[in-house]
């Protein structure tokens, strides 16, 4: 399988496209995409030194509710703030009795000194510090708490890592060591040193479908905004090799997910 056509262009409109691609594919993403384990609740409760029950939550690139779901139910008083239409509307399809806002991180529509705890899950990347750092540190409460974490391949689990190659080679990028870069993800999250954060990483696994799994890294916003027709080449060849690997058709995904957490005083 050949690489995509390399992308030109605005760095930052290549960045905003890959932000905005996932509103076409919300269902799918709802459907396929991991959630996370109990344990990573209870680290968030551990570093931010309060219970979830009862904490004004407010959970930032909410997507379609994965986090917020799995806050609420741990008793989070939750308000979403989602910037994508296709997300939010999915998000309020699958979860009608949780309040959702349209926002984002840059600029929260949040009074100030509202929140107790404020969560990124899978989306703090998708912000620019300078502005999010200070709307953080604005929403939050003395006392409170910012959450960053997301789900990473587990890479030294021999298939993780020859899946990671091959999309690397399709993509034309090394995903092994861009993954390795996710522990600069603690010094890129506040260049501005004003946050302190304290870093956890959580081991856990899901056994899906093989079709799962592909409907799940379809998702993924570099496939996403690479041309169709090389996606779904990509994605047939790599059915064909995970079903040597798995021939029952059911795979078993490991994930690290790195967590960060600053105490506000």
């Known amino acids: 399988m050949t690489a995509v056509p390399s992308s030109s262009g605005d760095p930052r409109a290549r960045h905003a496209a890959r932000a905005g691609s996932f509103n076409a594919v919300a269902a799918q993403y709802a459907a396929n995409r991991p959630s996370y384990p109990p344990a990573l609740l209870d680290a968030v409760e551990e570093l931010s030194g309060r219970p979830l029950s009862g904490s004004r939550t407010v959970d930032v690139g909410a997507g379609t509710g994965i986090a917020s779901a799995l806050l609420h139910a741990r008793g989070a008083d939750v308000l979403a703030v989602e910037p994508g239409a296709g997300m939010a509307a999915e998000f309020r399809r699958a979860l009608p009795h949780l309040p959702l806002v349209r926002g984002d991180g840059n600029a929260l529509p949040v009074a100030d000194a509202a929140a107790d705890l404020l969560t990124y899950a899978q989306s703090w990347h998708w912000t620019d510090p300078a502005r999010s750092v200070p709307e953080a540190l604005r929403v939050l409460r003395p006392g409170g708490a910012l959450a960053l974490w997301w789900n990473t391949n587990a890479l030294d689990v021999g298939w993780m890592a020859d899946a990671a190659g091959r999309a690397g080679r399709f993509l034309g990028i090394d ?80 994930y690290d997910v790195l967590l960060i957490v600053a105490r506000i005083p």
């Open 175 to 254: 995903v092994a060591a861009e993954q390795r870069k996710a522990g600069e993800r603690v010094e890129r999250a506040d260049p501005s040193g004003r946050l302190d954060f304290t870093r956890r990483t959580v081991r856990w696994s899901r056994r899906v479908p093989v079709d799962t799994h592909l409907a799940n890294v379809a998702t993924h916003s570099a496939l996403l905004v690479a041309p169709e027709e090389h996606t779904a080449a990509f994605l047939a060849q790599e059915r064909a090799r995970l079903l040597e690997v798995f021939p029952d058709g059911v795979v078993e995904e490991t």
